[in-house]
């Protein structure tokens, strides 16, 4: 009995020892690069589709040649009720044929992830229509999570990351020459790749 004891105390150490020794998995990060400068973006494991549908994007270089097409402010939004702030950004218009499939929605209330300044999360119409079209939000948008007002549906936008480096890339993206919430011109992606 006090073998067996042993054996299994000296097990369970071992199980916690092995666990503590575990690596935490490494969040992927991605370069956003482009005419006005770099930005960087960590991207979250907990909307896991979500993430996954981007990263075919970027691995696919679908953004390389794409550009920032939207500003939104303040100012250029007259008939919302509810104001947001955020650029949006699409893949290279050649390859829209091949584009992908649309997506389901990954809600906040589900991933737990909220619309705070330089979250990155995925455009859409209705709900899983999300396609290659992303956004970055400037400064916290709370209505863009799920039960928000933006969208009459209140569903919410699917929130996947969060930027690290070049909010003033975002925000200069943001105050560029626009007609309405048309960037004019559009702000050229270079391109998006995985960092190491």
Not at 151 to 164: E, H, L, Y
Request: proline letters at 6%; a positive charge; one cysteine or more.
């Amino acid at each position: 009995m006090w073998r067996t004891w042993l054996a299994v105390t000296g097990a369970v150490l071992v199980a916690v020892v092995s666990s503590a020794e575990q690596p935490k998995e490494k969040a992927v990060r991605v370069r956003i690069e482009t005419d006005k400068g770099d930005i960087e973006v960590e991207l979250d494991s907990k909307a896991p589709n979500t993430v996954a549908n981007f990263l075919k994007y970027v691995d696919g270089k679908f953004y390389d040649g794409g550009r920032f097409h939207r500003t939104v402010t303040p100012d250029n939004q007259p008939d919302n009720k509810v104001k947001i702030e955020v650029v949006q950004a699409g893949i290279n218009p050649d390859k829209t044929k091949d584009e992908l499939p649309p997506i389901k929605l990954e809600r906040t209330k589900d991933t737990g992830l909220k619309h705070k300044d330089g979250t990155i999360s995925m455009a859409r119409d209705g709900p899983d229509t999300a396609t290659g079209d992303f956004f970055i939000c400037v400064g916290d948008q709370p209505e863009l999570d799920f039960g928000g007002k933006r969208n009459s549906d209140g569903q919410g936008f699917a929130a996947f990351g969060r930027v690290t480096k070049g909010m003033d890339v975002v925000k200069k993206i943001q105050g560029s020459a626009a007609d309405g919430q048309t960037l004019k011109p559009a702000v050229a992606i270079k391109k998006i790749a995985r960092l190491p």
